[in-house]
């Protein structure tokens, strides 16, 4: 993170390190979106095949069925492409969650662009977006939030 004269990090840093968090989750977000854009593709796939043994079962000589797909279990058809679509939704529901706090990096970095903030100001308002959006939860990497609160703890235990 650049710094000011003093070494000290700035209130554009803070910004800066807004953007960068906003552009991981973005990225994230793809990655997710692509996950989710295959297992539709394998959920269409899936239930076609469902549909067209079920059409079969339904023409097929009662000597019994002709297809490779023959003893498939419908049940456990329909089981996994249930599975597959509480997957979709829970990816889903995990964009949504980093969407919104991408969003507000970006608008957190914005204000810490537009306002007079001085370092330490900034620094707060970061740690607090942070804390209150539990951003860490979406992260691999440490956090602001995090890094500050393992500092207070270290000094605490001196």
């Known amino acids: ?22 552009a991981l989750l973005a990225g994230r977000i793809e990655t997710m979106r692509e996950d989710v854009d295959e297992l539709l593709a394998d959920v269409e796939a899936e239930t076609a095949a469902v549909r067209e043994e079920l059409d079969r079962a339904k023409t097929d000589s009662p000597t019994g069925p002709t297809s490779p797909d023959a003893g498939r279990d419908p049940e456990a058809d329909v089981e996994a492409i249930e599975a597959k679509q509480e997957t979709i939704r829970e990816k889903q529901a995990a964009m949504e969650t980093y969407r919104d706090l991408a969003d507000g990096y970006a608008d957190l970095a914005e204000r810490l662009s537009d306002q007079t903030f001085d370092a330490s100001e900034a620094l707060v308002e970061v740690v607090r977006f942070e804390t209150e959006r539990d951003a860490a939860a979406c992260f691999d990497r440490t956090t602001l939030a995090e890094t500050v609160a393992d500092a207070a703890e270290d000094e605490q235990s001196e």
């Open 1 to 22: 993170m650049p710094t000011d004269d003093t070494g000290d990090p700035t209130p554009e840093d803070y910004a800066e390190y807004c953007q960068t968090q906003a």
